[in-house]
């Protein structure tokens, strides 16, 4: 992955620096307006990382020491560290093997008397199929947390993903679909989640830094609850706008590169790409592949290979449940978990890549396929 950055980030930057206001203000606003129009919900609040959007999620979503929260192994870390920073304890579901993510049967198989709410993942982009989780927590009074870090340009039934949970987490970090360098975004559909949501990342302040300089004689402040500094800057948010604007020509060349892979390596045998469900599309943040027992190789052998090539792949997306910092939590097996975190890598794709630097990573491919 390489961030797509270009002269129009340069110069809305420059502006916000000659403007002198460069910490959370207009732009931030601006951003947020524009990213819950395109991410079609209702309310967008912009927080310094998808991991502060997550663990305010949970606050506002009222989860607390002694809960529960179901959450995929099968992510980045930060999905499974956020119930730890309200107290609560994540619980691992082990996820799909073709797209990656949770569904209602693998929720269902870690539920507990105490779960009270579950993180759901786009894994690498694919949407999660949210309607049959929803339908089963629901009626248990279990929040839906979406966690869309990935997700940016994803649809589900024909809607952005994040727009069918109650709460979702997004991120700008430069490894997703969008950047701002570090930042991330809170959506819901509940405007007074939202609003508490906006207090507790400036401190839980009653009124905003930019409102009270905005005026002369600044009203006096309040601070009703503990809160955080979990601020996005207006520097990092006019970036944001720019990129808001090249998602959908981002999603069309990846999704492009992506079908040109799938065709070269579709007489490969031994390796299996991932592909959209039948329930949505994926933006293709991550590309990745199963390297299966009939290939000529297996994973670290593949990356091995790619590597005296001269090309870095990565690894698949890990498991939280082997890292030192979630060992000895209790778990449901997690079968596919295991399988997919030992078997999958993530192929080169950025937005700049040619179909000449495509071609030379098939080549590899091919040449270490066996029979
Ligand atoms: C990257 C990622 C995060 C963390 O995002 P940050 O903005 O870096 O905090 C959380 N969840 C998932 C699924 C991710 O891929």
Redesign the pocket.
């Known amino acids: 992955m390489k961030p797509w950055l270009g002269a129009a980030e340069i110069a809305a930057v420059t502006e916000v620096i000659e403007s002198g206001w460069v910490a959370q203000g207009p732009r931030v606003a601006a951003f947020e307006t524009a990213f819950a129009d395109a991410m079609r919900t209702r309310r967008a609040v912009a927080t310094s990382?998808?991991?502060?959007a997550?663990h305010l999620a949970l606050v506002v979503a009222g989860i607390r020491p002694g809960d529960d929260v179901v959450v995929p192994s099968f992510?980045?870390v930060?999905?499974a560290n956020a119930p730890t920073y309200v107290g609560a304890w994540p619980v691992f579901a082990d996820v799909d093997l073709a797209t990656g993510n949770i569904t209602a049967e693998t929720v269902a198989a870690a539920l507990t008397p105490a779960t009270r709410a579950v993180i759901a993942?786009d894994?690498a982009g694919m949407p999660v199929d949210l309607a049959p989780i929803r339908a089963l927590c629901d009626p248990l009074g279990i929040v839906v947390i979406e966690?869309a870090?990935?997700g940016a340009g994803s649809t589900y039934h024909g809607r952005p993903v994040g727009a069918g949970a109650e709460i979702t987490?997004w991120?700008?970090?430069p490894?997703?679909i969008l950047t701002t360098g570090?930042?991330?975004m809170l959506t819901t559909s509940r405007p007074e989640w939202a609003a508490r949501a906006r207090r507790l990342r400036e401190h839980a302040m009653s009124v905003s830094a930019a409102d009270r300089h905005a005026s002369l004689v600044s009203p006096p402040e309040e601070y009703g609850e503990v809160g955080f500094n979990f601020r996005m800057t207006d520097l990092q948010a006019a970036v944001g706008l720019v990129q808001l604007g090249r998602l959908p020509e981002i999603v069309a060349r990846r999704r492009q590169l992506a079908a040109r892979y799938r065709d070269e390596l579709a007489g490969v045998p031994g390796l299996r790409l991932v592909e959209d469900p039948a329930w949505g599309t994926s933006n293709v943040q991550s590309l990745w592949l199963e390297v299966l027992p009939s290939y000529g190789t297996d994973r670290e052998g593949l990356l091995l290979a790619l590597a005296s090539a001269g090309i870095s792949a990565r690894r698949g997306i890990m498991a939280a449940h082997r890292q030192p910092a979630h060992a000895g939590r209790d778990h449901v097996p997690l079968p596919v978990t295991e399988r997919l975190t030992s078997s999958t890598l993530i192929l080169p794709l950025f937005h700049q890549m040619t179909d000449a630097e495509l071609d030379r990573v098939v080549q590899v491919l091919r040449d270490h396929g066996g029979l």
């Open positions: 990382s998808c991991t502060t997550l992510s980045f930060a999905t993942v894994q966690d870090a990935c987490a991120s700008f970090h490894r997703k570090e930042g991330g």
